[in-house]
């Protein structure tokens, strides 16, 4: 009880928290307001004119069929990463739990992707992918298929799949392990000592009991493929063939970024960001109620 | 102890640093996109200008990628740091002319320095694409290509083609006869737009857009969508449904399926010569881009592509002096010659060219006159002296997005040209507004 008395000051607590709280409002909400406030601007490059036009940036971007288009790539796009990447993901750290030799070093191994920049996946990936110079890319050819990314947008697509799933495996990977070393060993032997199949130990008790890992993982791969996939795009297909890998965040990098509509370009990032906050938001309000911790 | 040490020494470097300012000499930063050979040639330009005067300090940089240099000059204009210099590809032009205030146009520069600088001097078929249309000089040609096509003489002497191809017709019928030799690519071409639309325009002397292609003002109107344009876009898609034509992408990344052997024709940059000298293990040459014969006017000369130098406003006229003086020691014809002759750069003087030509060095490097003989097949007509349309960088994407479709076959080729107009035209109108009156 004496002790406390130490900490009465209202002051301290806050003092405390004071430096996350000035980078967040550094990094994060000063920018934020900043593309808030370009939203409503029409300014050239260089930023000598600017035309104050409240929504017309947004009612714009709401009248380009490609705007919707790049909605559709973006949910196709990030459904087939994270089904791919955490089930993928789960598979191998299921694997690797097991006590066989050379435990570690697999692991270690499974690790390494993660540390790979996405521009530099994307380039490897390409050396292998592209057609007439690439190793997969000719055995495809040779096979029959007629693979194709620069012209179709089918084949693109799965290319930047490929590129942005092996690159976030690991991630999921590493939490999955740890997810699955956390849950008692007891459960899983009384179910066995039960005569439960091992497919069944894994629906019945690992699946539920890893659901606060699964809950976690899922948003930060749909934040991962809204965001941190544009290097990957970028290099690997720039969008294309006719818009067949545009998806939102990389066409508010072509427009600010290649096409300098800095207007446009802070319209949809706020759009974006709308979007992955309430996505968020109602993950937590209603997926979170099925997750047992 | 340690900690005294290290204060000596701080002070130490303290003194020099304030005893360096007083050599007074100006520096002017030079931020550029030049990688690999090309970057030796920038370093050694800026060594051999300080070396050859004390007063001026030009440093260049290396910003990344063209695209990375224009941004990273735009935001350092806009927190009030430009760079003296900036290197911005050709198509990066409209964006800098409309940025009155921002730059410093090169002829109005070089009268204030009090340099000698005689317009004329120049190749205007170079200097064309960067001037106004009363021809006043923006921006200092740097490195400059034109567009020409590649030839595997040993995979059409296989086919029985015995006579390289001129025109598109026999582009075609060739390309139809290597595909049972080359059932992969028989024809290709990097740069799509540039070569399919903006070339093919200048080549045939028909108009991109109004207005001079946009010289003449940003309230141009883009009309490519012409029977001509289909007609071609028609025999290209038709082509590639067995790959006697094979899209190789927006930019040069399938350079290599020329220099590998898979694809005997490649359109593509004549700043190509240096890796195909270097990786193609078979009989080469480079011709002049092919045309449609029907078409009088065919050949007419053909449009630049490559990067100048801007010169960034609100410098003072202390640094705007060096740049000048930087400038004509770019122009000296001798240093030109050794340009065009090291690097494949295409030399931006008359009196360069002229010398190169009587030095005999084309008798043994041909191809490097190629895209010389283009440029200057004709005096260029408003047709022909290049384009500026706002917002270009981003305009070649969406043309290209749209030629994709057609040879997909999601579109017709029609569909696609008119689709890619009313796209570009939508963008013209948002840079319009945009542009400092």
Same mark, same amino acid.
């Given at each position: 009880m004496e002790n406390r008395a130490i900490f009465s000051g209202k002051l301290l607590p806050y003092l405390l928290i004071l430096p996350q709280l000035a980078v967040s409002l550094i990094f994060f909400y000063w920018p934020a307001l900043q593309a808030v406030q370009q939203s409503f601007l029409v300014q050239d490059a260089f930023g000598l004119s600017t035309e104050f036009v409240w929504f017309e940036n947004y009612i714009n971007l709401l009248q380009t069929p490609e705007y919707y288009h790049a909605i559709g790539v973006t949910l196709l796009f990030s459904a087939l990463v994270a089904f791919f990447s955490l089930g993928l993901g789960l598979l191998l750290a299921a694997m690797a739990n097991h006590n066989i030799r050379g435990i570690q070093i697999y692991r270690t191994f499974l690790i390494i992707p993660y540390a790979v920049a996405p521009a530099v996946?994307?380039?490897?990936?390409?050396?292998?992918?592209?057609?007439?110079?690439?190793?997969?890319? @000719?055995?495809?050819?040779?096979?029959?298929?007629?693979?194709?990314?620069?012209?179709n947008g089918t084949h693109a697509m799965i290319l930047v799949v490929i590129v942005a799933v092996w690159n976030q495996i690991s991630y999921n990977?590493?939490?999955?392990?740890?997810?699955?070393?956390?849950?008692?060993?007891?459960?899983?032997?009384?179910?066995?000592?039960?005569?439960?199949?091992?497919?069944? @130990?894994?629906?019945?008790?690992?699946?539920?009991?890893?659901?606060?890992?699964?809950?976690?993982?899922?948003?930060?791969?749909?934040?991962?493929?809204?965001?941190?996939?544009?290097?990957?795009?970028?290099?690997?297909?720039?969008?294309?063939?006719?818009?067949?890998?545009?998806?939102?965040?990389?066409?508010?990098?072509?427009?600010?970024?290649?096409?300098?509509?800095?207007?446009?370009?802070?319209?949809?990032?706020?759009?974006?960001?709308?979007?992955?906050?309430?996505?968020?938001?109602?993950?937590f309000r209603y997926v979170e109620k099925k997750v047992h911790y | 102890m340690a900690i005294r040490q290290l204060g000596a020494a701080a002070a130490v470097a303290a003194t020099l640093a304030l005893a360096t300012p007083a050599y007074a000499v100006t520096e002017i930063q030079w931020w550029h996109a030049m990688t690999g050979p090309n970057n030796d040639v920038v370093v050694k330009l800026a060594n051999d200008f300080n070396a050859s005067q004390g007063d001026y300090k030009v440093v260049p940089s290396f910003k990344g990628s063209y695209a990375d240099v224009l941004n990273a000059g735009i935001a350092a204009?806009?927190?009030?740091?430009?760079?003296?210099?900036?290197?911005?590809?050709?198509?990066?032009?409209?964006?800098?002319?409309?940025?009155?205030?921002?730059?410093?146009?090169?002829?109005?520069?070089m009268?204030?320095?009090?340099?000698?600088?005689?317009?004329?001097?120049?190749?205007?078929?170079?200097?064309?694409?960067?001037?106004?249309?009363?021809?006043?000089?923006?921006?200092?040609?740097?490195?400059?290509?034109?567009?020409?096509?590649?030839?595997?003489?040993?995979?059409?002497?296989?086919?029985?083609?015995?006579?390289?191809?001129?025109?598109?017709?026999?582009?075609?019928?060739?390309?139809?006869?290597?595909?049972?030799?080359?059932?992969?690519?028989?024809?290709?071409?990097?740069?799509?737009?540039?070569?399919?639309?903006?070339?093919?325009?200048?080549?045939?002397?028909?108009?991109?857009?109004?207005?001079?292609?946009?010289?003449?003002?940003?309230d141009t109107v883009l009309e490519?969508?012409?029977?001509?344009?289909?007609?071609?876009?028609?025999?290209?898609?038709?082509?590639?449904?067995?790959?006697?034509?094979?899209?190789?992408?927006?930019?040069?990344?399938?350079?290599?399926?020329?220099?590998?052997?898979?694809?005997?024709?490649?359109?593509?940059?004549?700043?190509?010569?240096?890796?195909?000298?270097?990786?193609?293990?078979?009989?080469?040459?480079?011709?002049?881009?092919?045309?449609?014969?029907?078409?009088?006017?065919?050949?007419?000369?053909?449009?630049?592509?490559?990067?100048?130098?801007?010169?960034?406003?609100?410098?003072?006229?202390?640094?705007?002096?060096?740049?000048?003086?930087?400038?004509?020691?770019?122009?000296?014809?001798?240093?030109?010659?050794?340009?065009?002759?090291?690097?494949?750069?295409?030399?931006?003087?008359?009196?360069?060219?002229?010398?190169?030509?009587?030095?005999?060095?084309?008798?043994?490097?041909?191809i490097l006159q190629v895209p010389l003989k283009e440029l200057t097949n004709k005096e260029p007509t408003e047709n022909s002296r290049g384009l500026r349309f706002g917002g270009m960088v981003q305009m070649r994407d969406v043309w290209a997005e749209e030629i994709e479709a057609a040879l997909a076959g999601k579109e017709t080729a029609k569909d696609a040209l008119d689709k890619a107009v009313s796209k570009g035209n939508a963008m013209l109108r948002q840079f319009e507004r945009t542009a400092t009156k």
């Open positions: 996946a994307s380039v490897l990936f390409i050396f292998m992918f592209q057609p007439g110079l690439g190793m997969i890319a @000719r055995a495809l050819q040779r096979g029959g298929i007629d693979w194709n990314p620069v012209l990977f590493l939490f999955f392990l740890a997810g699955l070393q956390s849950i008692p060993k007891s459960v899983i032997e009384a179910a066995a000592i039960d005569g439960a199949t091992p497919t069944r @130990r894994f629906w019945t008790i690992i699946f539920p009991l890893l659901s606060p890992t699964t809950f976690f993982l899922i948003i930060v791969n749909i934040t991962y493929v809204f965001f941190n996939t544009l290097g990957i795009i970028d290099t690997a297909t720039g969008g294309g063939p006719n818009g067949a890998t545009q998806t939102l965040v990389y066409k508010v990098f072509q427009d600010g970024k290649v096409g300098t509509d800095l207007g446009g370009s802070a319209a949809q990032s706020v759009i974006l960001m709308i979007i992955v906050v309430g996505l968020t938001a109602f993950q | 204009f806009r927190a009030g740091n430009a760079p003296g210099i900036m290197q911005v590809f050709e198509v990066g032009t409209a964006t800098m002319m409309a940025a009155k205030g921002a730059i410093k146009p090169v002829s109005e520069m009268k204030e320095a009090g340099e000698a600088f005689d317009p004329k001097a120049y190749l205007p078929a170079i200097t064309g694409y960067y001037s106004t249309s009363k021809g006043d000089m923006l921006s200092f040609p740097f490195n400059s290509s034109s567009m020409v096509m590649w030839l595997n003489l040993d995979a059409l002497k296989e086919a029985g083609i015995d006579t390289p191809p001129k025109t598109w017709p026999e582009i075609f019928a060739d390309a139809k006869k290597l595909h049972a030799t080359h059932p992969t690519c028989g024809l290709s071409l990097s740069w799509i737009t540039w070569g399919l639309i903006e070339q093919f325009s200048a080549w045939h002397n028909v108009p991109i857009g109004t207005k001079a292609n946009g010289l003449d003002g940003f490519f969508n012409t029977p001509l344009e289909t007609r071609l876009l028609e025999e290209l898609v038709e082509l590639q449904k067995d790959k006697s034509f094979d899209y190789s992408g927006r930019t040069n990344t399938g350079e290599g399926r020329f220099t590998s052997g898979e694809c005997p024709m490649y359109m593509t940059s004549s700043a190509f010569y240096p890796n195909v000298k270097a990786n193609a293990k078979f009989a080469y040459t480079a011709v002049a881009m092919p045309y449609f014969p029907d078409v009088t006017a065919a050949p007419q000369n053909s449009i630049i592509g490559g990067a100048s130098l801007w010169v960034m406003g609100g410098k003072t006229p202390e640094e705007y002096k060096g740049i000048a003086k930087f400038f004509t020691f770019l122009s000296d014809t001798d240093r030109q010659v050794y340009l065009h002759e090291v690097s494949g750069y295409l030399p931006i003087t008359k009196a360069a060219y002229e010398k190169t030509k009587d030095s005999g060095f084309y008798e043994k490097n041909p």
